[in-house]
């Protein structure tokens, strides 16, 4: 069983930063991408940021500058770091992965619960 665990959530002022990690585990064959959406209040869940296996990264125009993903192939890990938070950046931030599981011969979608960060003075 495949599981997406995310941690680094919290109540940050603006302009601080906050690093977000997300760690997949169950027995795996491969995995293909890792991302982090995020959905605030009242709105739908929209890409933040993406990395392949290879490293190779997508960021969501507005973000470009401030976030940046990387991972950790060896411990089925991916990172979000958040720099210089606004207000607008309060969500529930998901992690997601395309994994390949043991037994199966194709990558398949996989969510985790999602971690709230909320950035207020």
């Known amino acids: 069983q495949v599981q997406l665990v995310e941690s680094g959530g919290g109540l940050v002022q603006p302009r601080e930063s906050l690093r977000l990690s997300c760690v997949v585990s169950g027995i795996i064959v491969s995995i293909n991408s890792m991302a982090w959406y995020r959905q605030a209040p009242g709105k739908q869940r929209e890409l933040v940021a993406e990395?392949?296996?290879?490293?190779?990264?997508t960021y969501a125009d507005s973000l470009k500058g401030r976030f940046t993903i990387s991972g950790d192939n060896a411990k089925n890990t991916v990172y979000l770091q958040m720099d210089r938070l606004t207000p607008d950046d309060t969500a529930v931030y998901f992690c997601y992965a395309q994994v390949r599981a043991s037994g199966s011969y194709v990558f398949r979608p996989y969510w985790g619960q999602g971690t709230q960060v909320t950035v207020s003075a």
């Open positions: 990395i392949t296996r290879g490293g190779d990264t």
